[in-house]
């Protein structure tokens, strides 16, 4: 029978802690920074800065667009108008918005403005009111804001978008 050696082995684990044992003078952690370091810190730091940035001026650009959206002065400006009344909270009226925004995109911005009628607001509810329509509408003016059509519910940006043509081919400017 063999018997068992008391003695330890020195593993690779085992060298590292009687190294680590020898050099007690070494502190464990540099307190100095290297060039690596510092590089990652500035270039993180920049990231972050350059996010932030662009984030702000995203949600200033955004916030501007929605405030010039929901300027109703506009309404009789010389420009035909789409005005939707919009609540919010509605998500046939959000689908609207969309669908709106949809048709809008194949529309020279200089020929129809499009404005938003917020009933959450005093102003939307009273233009709403003033034209004795409910939400998930829209409103279609001419150039000196007198109201020429009205389209009431859900529909599709492709029949949105002929009824915007052919609202400009009536009243928008001839050239």
């Given at each position: 029978?063999k018997r068992?050696?008391?003695k330890?082995?020195?593993?690779?684990?085992?060298?590292?802690?009687?190294?680590?044992?020898?050099?007690?003078?070494t502190?464990?952690?540099?307190?100095?920074?290297?060039?690596?370091?510092a590089?990652?810190k500035?270039r993180?730091?920049?990231?972050?800065?350059?996010?932030?940035?662009?984030?702000?001026?995203?949600?200033?650009?955004?916030v501007?667009?929605?405030?010039?959206?929901?300027?109703?002065?506009r309404?009789?400006?010389g420009?035909p108008?789409?005005?939707?009344i919009h609540?919010?909270?509605c998500?046939?009226c959000?689908?609207?918005?969309?669908?709106?925004?949809?048709?809008?995109?194949?529309?020279?911005?200089?020929?129809?403005q499009?404005?938003?009628?917020?009933?959450r607001?005093?102003?939307?509810?009273?233009?709403?009111?003033?034209?004795?329509?409910?939400?998930v509408?829209?409103?279609?003016?001419?150039g000196?804001g007198?109201?020429?059509?009205v389209?009431t519910?859900?529909?599709?940006?492709?029949a949105?978008?002929?009824?915007?043509?052919s609202?400009?081919?009536?009243?928008?400017?001839?050239?």
């Amino acid at each position: 029978m063999k018997r068992k050696s008391n003695k330890q082995r020195n593993s690779a684990r085992n060298r590292k802690k009687t190294k680590a044992a020898g050099n007690v003078d070494t502190p464990s952690i540099s307190p100095e920074i290297s060039r690596r370091d510092a590089l990652t810190k500035i270039r993180n730091w920049g990231l972050l800065g350059v996010l932030t940035a662009g984030g702000g001026w995203y949600l200033a650009d955004e916030v501007l667009a929605t405030m010039a959206e929901q300027d109703l002065s506009r309404v009789g400006n010389g420009k035909p108008t789409v005005v939707q009344i919009h609540d919010p909270q509605c998500s046939q009226c959000r689908a609207l918005q969309s669908e709106t925004r949809r048709a809008l995109e194949n529309i020279d911005d200089d020929t129809l403005q499009y404005v938003v009628a917020n009933i959450r607001t005093a102003e939307g509810h009273a233009f709403a009111s003033a034209n004795r329509v409910g939400h998930v509408t829209l409103l279609l003016f001419d150039g000196n804001g007198k109201r020429k059509n009205v389209l009431t519910g859900p529909r599709h940006s492709s029949a949105i978008e002929a009824a915007f043509r052919s609202h400009l081919g009536r009243y928008g400017k001839k050239s």
